[in-house]
């Protein structure tokens, strides 16, 4: 058990009866990022299909206990003190292609790996999703941050956006009513409950080989471009008009590293896990950059990946908060 930490008997026995032999204890969640870094969540529920997540939300929200939704943990960041609640496993991954009589459609559970989509569009000659065959997380994540690459994005594709609330019926959102912006959207924005439970991107009769040959080239180019190893993704938002790496770069922080932690001497704007990082020394990094790009070009970099967990008034003070992005 952590230090200062008491789970109580009392919350353990209500949620044991509401999951059963399904509740995790106590589960260190690095093993659920792609950084490999992160504390442990109080409790831990697995779920694989978007009724399932229905279904746990809502009874988390019956026995008002706070939770968090994770998917493939690729652009967030762990505190290595952990996550209090419970953290839902998302792995409802069902997908679906639709042929309507305006063309093609895919609908996706929120678990589904959106590069996995992609690809499978890829597969049926369908084009307008290649850029996301790419991107490393989840249908949910990317549509909470409005997922890009190689000049594509969420905003772009999407049709609509199944979401839970408390005490509503599931909703089908329109892409506008999502309010997404650059790497960010409504649901990123808003420190309201809600959960996305699946989503619908709009596509386009193609063909195979053309594009297999534009997922490809995307993927080649982000092979030369981006390091292997374990990361986050992209730590900062590209400024307008610029790019956080190559400020970084300029700073001349490619290849400096705090304990485990290192800026990639390939690209700046990806921090690599050596093996024994923890989530304060990524966080003294940041702040070093940070400060480092400030002084060199007078730019504030903001961060992409996303804190989770209890972390330090001082670093959540830092950050700009919730629901102030245009």
């Not at 730019?299 to 990946?305: A, T």
Request: hydrophobic share 40%; glycine share 10%.
């Amino acid at each position: 058990m952590r230090a200062g930490i008491q789970i109580q008997p009392q919350q353990v026995e209500v949620l044991k009866q509401a999951f059963a032999d399904r509740l995790e204890v106590n589960v260190p969640l690095g093993q659920y990022t792609s950084i490999r870094i992160g504390g442990p969540a109080d409790f831990l529920l697995k779920v694989h299909s978007g009724a399932d997540l229905e279904a746990a939300a809502r009874k988390l929200w019956e026995l008002e206990v706070p939770f968090r939704v994770l998917g493939a943990g690729s652009n967030v960041l762990v505190a290595d003190s952990g996550v209090r609640g419970m953290v839902i496993l998302n792995r409802a991954r069902r997908v679906q292609f639709i042929e309507t009589t305006e063309g093609w459609e895919v609908w996706a559970e929120s678990g589904a790996s959106f590069s996995a989509v992609a690809r499978q569009a890829v597969e049926r000659g369908l084009a307008g999703l290649e850029w996301a065959t790419t991107i490393p997380g989840t249908v949910g994540g990317a549509v909470v941050g409005n997922a890009g690459a190689y000049g594509g994005e969420v905003a772009q594709s999407l049709l609509m956006a199944d979401i839970l609330q408390p005490k509503i019926e599931r909703e089908s959102w329109p892409a506008h009513r999502l309010q997404f912006a650059y790497r960010s959207s409504r649901l990123k924005r808003d420190s309201g409950d809600a959960v996305v439970i699946g989503a619908r991107f709009r596509l386009e009769k193609s063909g195979k080989a053309k594009t297999r040959a534009k997922m490809e080239d995307l993927i080649d180019q982000r092979k030369q471009t981006q390091p292997a190893g374990a990361s986050c993704g992209s730590i900062f938002k590209n400024p307008p008009g610029d790019y956080a790496g190559r400020l970084i770069e300029s700073a001349g922080l490619k290849g400096l590293h705090i304990g485990g932690v290192e800026i990639s001497s390939q690209h700046a704007n990806f921090f690599i896990n050596r093996g024994d990082a923890t989530a304060a020394d990524i966080w003294k990094l940041i702040q070093t950059a940070r400060q480092r790009v400030a002084d060199d070009s007078g730019v504030k970099l903001e961060l992409e990946v996303e804190l989770l967990g209890t972390w330090d008034e001082a670093c959540l003070a830092a950050e700009e908060p919730r629901g102030s992005e245009e």
